[in-house]
Protein backbone atom coordinates (compact mmCIF):
# COMPACT_ATOMS: atom_id res chain seq x y z
CA UNK A 1 0.00 0.00 0.00
CA UNK A 2 0.89 3.53 -0.86
CA UNK A 3 2.47 4.94 2.56
CA UNK A 4 1.15 8.39 1.65
CA UNK A 5 -2.07 7.21 0.89
CA UNK A 6 -4.83 8.68 2.36
CA UNK A 7 -6.24 7.53 6.08
CA UNK A 8 -9.45 7.10 4.24
CA UNK A 9 -7.88 4.83 1.79
CA UNK A 10 -5.78 2.79 4.10
CA UNK A 11 -9.36 2.38 6.08
CA UNK A 12 -11.14 1.22 3.00
CA UNK A 13 -8.41 -1.55 2.03
CA UNK A 14 -8.20 -2.35 5.53
CA UNK A 15 -11.97 -2.67 5.91
CA UNK A 16 -11.08 -4.93 2.35
CA UNK A 17 -8.90 -6.84 3.86
CA UNK A 18 -6.40 -5.84 1.06
CA UNK A 19 -3.71 -5.39 3.53
CA UNK A 20 -4.02 -5.95 7.37
CA UNK A 21 -3.39 -2.85 10.30
CA UNK A 22 -0.22 -4.33 11.07
CA UNK A 23 1.07 -4.90 7.99
CA UNK A 24 0.63 -0.99 7.49
CA UNK A 25 1.58 -0.10 11.36
CA UNK A 26 4.97 -2.27 10.33
CA UNK A 27 5.65 -0.25 7.47
CA UNK A 28 5.42 3.13 9.39
CA UNK A 29 7.38 1.70 12.42
CA UNK A 30 10.36 0.97 10.43
CA UNK A 31 10.11 4.25 8.80
CA UNK A 32 9.51 6.09 12.25
CA UNK A 33 12.77 3.99 12.97
CA UNK A 34 15.10 4.58 9.88
CA UNK A 35 13.96 8.95 10.09
CA UNK A 36 12.97 9.79 13.46
CA UNK A 37 16.99 9.99 14.94
CA UNK A 38 17.29 12.72 12.06
CA UNK A 39 14.01 14.27 12.34
CA UNK A 40 13.10 14.15 15.53
CA UNK A 41 9.18 14.02 15.48
CA UNK A 42 8.55 11.81 18.10
CA UNK A 43 9.36 11.95 21.62
CA UNK A 44 7.80 8.75 22.20
CA UNK A 45 7.53 5.48 20.24
CA UNK A 46 5.15 2.72 21.46
CA UNK A 47 6.16 -0.04 18.94
CA UNK A 48 5.12 -3.11 20.61
CA UNK A 49 1.50 -1.40 21.90
CA UNK A 50 1.09 -0.50 18.07
CA UNK A 51 1.40 -3.73 16.80
CA UNK A 52 -0.87 -5.40 19.83
CA UNK A 53 -3.14 -2.68 18.74
CA UNK A 54 -3.06 -3.05 15.04
CA UNK A 55 -3.56 -7.33 15.89
CA UNK A 56 -6.68 -6.42 17.59
CA UNK A 57 -8.17 -4.06 15.06
CA UNK A 58 -7.39 -6.86 12.64
CA UNK A 59 -9.24 -9.28 14.43
CA UNK A 60 -11.87 -6.91 14.88
CA UNK A 61 -12.40 -5.46 11.53
CA UNK A 62 -15.16 -3.22 12.78
CA UNK A 63 -15.68 -0.99 9.94
CA UNK A 64 -15.17 2.10 12.36
CA UNK A 65 -13.72 4.93 10.35
CA UNK A 66 -10.58 5.15 11.54
CA UNK A 67 -10.64 1.43 12.78
CA UNK A 68 -7.04 -0.29 12.16
CA UNK A 69 -5.43 2.97 10.96
CA UNK A 70 -1.99 3.80 12.46
CA UNK A 71 -1.90 7.58 14.02
CA UNK A 72 0.60 9.31 15.85
CA UNK A 73 -1.31 11.97 18.12
CA UNK A 74 0.92 15.02 19.74
CA UNK A 75 2.17 14.89 22.86
CA UNK A 76 -0.40 17.13 24.63
CA UNK A 77 -3.18 14.37 23.67
CA UNK A 78 -4.06 12.51 26.72
CA UNK A 79 -3.14 8.85 25.98
CA UNK A 80 -3.86 5.76 28.46
CA UNK A 81 -0.46 4.60 29.60
CA UNK A 82 1.45 6.93 28.07
CA UNK A 83 3.40 9.93 29.47
CA UNK A 84 1.09 13.25 28.31
CA UNK A 85 0.41 17.00 28.90
CA UNK A 86 -3.55 17.09 28.29
CA UNK A 87 -5.99 16.16 26.03
CA UNK A 88 -8.60 13.49 25.26
CA UNK A 89 -8.63 10.01 24.64
CA UNK A 90 -7.65 9.18 21.23
CA UNK A 91 -10.45 6.19 20.03
CA UNK A 92 -10.16 2.88 17.98
CA UNK A 93 -7.19 4.46 15.86
CA UNK A 94 -3.45 2.81 16.64
CA UNK A 95 -1.40 4.73 18.21
CA UNK A 96 2.58 4.82 16.97
CA UNK A 97 3.82 6.86 19.36
CA UNK A 98 3.52 10.80 20.69
CA UNK A 99 4.54 13.38 18.16
CA UNK A 100 6.95 16.20 19.14
CA UNK A 101 5.50 19.46 20.10
CA UNK A 102 6.33 23.12 19.37
CA UNK A 103 6.59 25.78 22.48
CA UNK A 104 3.99 27.43 21.03
CA UNK A 105 1.22 24.66 21.37
CA UNK A 106 2.05 24.88 25.42
CA UNK A 107 0.47 28.47 25.68
CA UNK A 108 1.22 28.34 29.45
CA UNK A 109 4.55 28.43 28.34
CA UNK A 110 4.97 31.31 26.54
CA UNK A 111 6.33 34.31 28.18
CA UNK A 112 3.78 37.00 27.13
CA UNK A 113 0.88 37.34 29.32
CA UNK A 114 -2.09 35.12 28.26
CA UNK A 115 -4.89 36.65 27.59
CA UNK A 116 -8.49 36.07 28.76
Given at each position: ??????A?????????????????????????E????????????????????????D????????????????????????P?????????????????????????????????
Amino acid sequence: MDPFASALDQAAAIRRRDVSSAEITRAYLERIERLNPSLNAYVLITPELAMEQAGAADAANTGQPLCGVPVSVKDLVSVAGHPTTLGPPHGEAVILGLAAQLEQARPWSLRRPQLK
